[in-house]
């Protein structure tokens, strides 16, 4: 018999201990690394998303020359305004020389539960153009904006023929203490303090909750809370 060289069952064990040791070593980093990176991609999601909703509010809200809702003084999670129409006397279009470059719009903003996950509040923009005819704001006759009736908005979120609607964030939650928990404001008493008519205070909280979102204990994901708030005047003095 010839004698072959090999391994003691002792050293068999110690390997196997060893490469087991190894291998739940390499599974807990990879799993540690893996958490950490979806929870930092949730978190930039998240005020990623908080952000460019404030950027398309900011940026049509500005050029509003009218507010119906909320009305002055008031707040809510709704908000509706008008481009290129009178404040007081609702006639439009109050440039004439706006419209070509400008022409007369009406925004809805609003919330709804998510079509798939009704535990999640997504926000709506409603956009559409007003149309015209040769007269406006000076000249008879005159074209009128009927108010906070005239939104075609019957249902939020919802696809309606000639309107743009866009979910431009999710996860939405009422504002957090100290704003009055609301999404747009124009309350002239603490803590709001919107003391200008032609002004409002936009408060938009996302928050992602991880049973809300199906995740259990043993994922260890944290809570993701964002809030971003600001004031913005719109192009009217009334």
Not at 28 to 57: C, E, G, P, W
Not at 108 to 124: G, N, S
Not at 133 to 150: D, E, K
């Amino acid at each position: 018999m010839k004698t072959r060289p090999g391994f003691t069952l002792a050293e068999l064990v110690i390997a196997v201990l060893i490469f087991g040791f190894m291998s739940t070593s390499l599974a807990t980093i990879y799993s540690t690394a893996n958490r950490h990176m979806f929870q930092n991609y949730r978190n930039n999601m998240i005020k990623s998303n908080v952000s460019l909703a404030m950027r398309d509010i900011r940026h049509n809200l500005q050029e509003a020359t009218r507010v119906d809702t909320p009305a002055a003084g008031a707040g809510g999670n709704v908000l509706a305004f008008v481009v290129n129409v009178d404040q007081l006397t609702g006639c439009y279009p109050v440039n004439q020389a706006a419209v070509a470059g400008t022409p007369p719009t009406w925004h809805y903003f609003c919330t709804r539960a998510d079509a798939i996950d009704p535990a999640i509040t997504d926000l709506y923009h409603h956009t559409a153009a007003i149309p015209v005819n040769a007269s406006w704001c000076g000249s008879s006759p005159t074209s009128f904006w009927g108010g906070a009736g005239a939104y075609p908005v019957p249902i939020c979120g919802a696809n309606i023929g000639g309107q743009t609607v866009t979910l431009i964030m999710q996860y939405s939650v009422p504002a957090a203490a100290p704003s009055s928990n609301v999404m747009f404001s124009r309350i002239a008493a603490a803590p709001d303090n919107v003391y200008e008519r032609n002004a409002v205070l936009v408060t938009l909280r996302s928050r992602w909750i991880p049973a809300v979102a199906k995740f259990g204990a043993s994922q260890r994901q944290r809570e993701v809370d964002f809030t971003l708030a600001s004031l913005v005047t719109i192009n009217s003095s009334n």
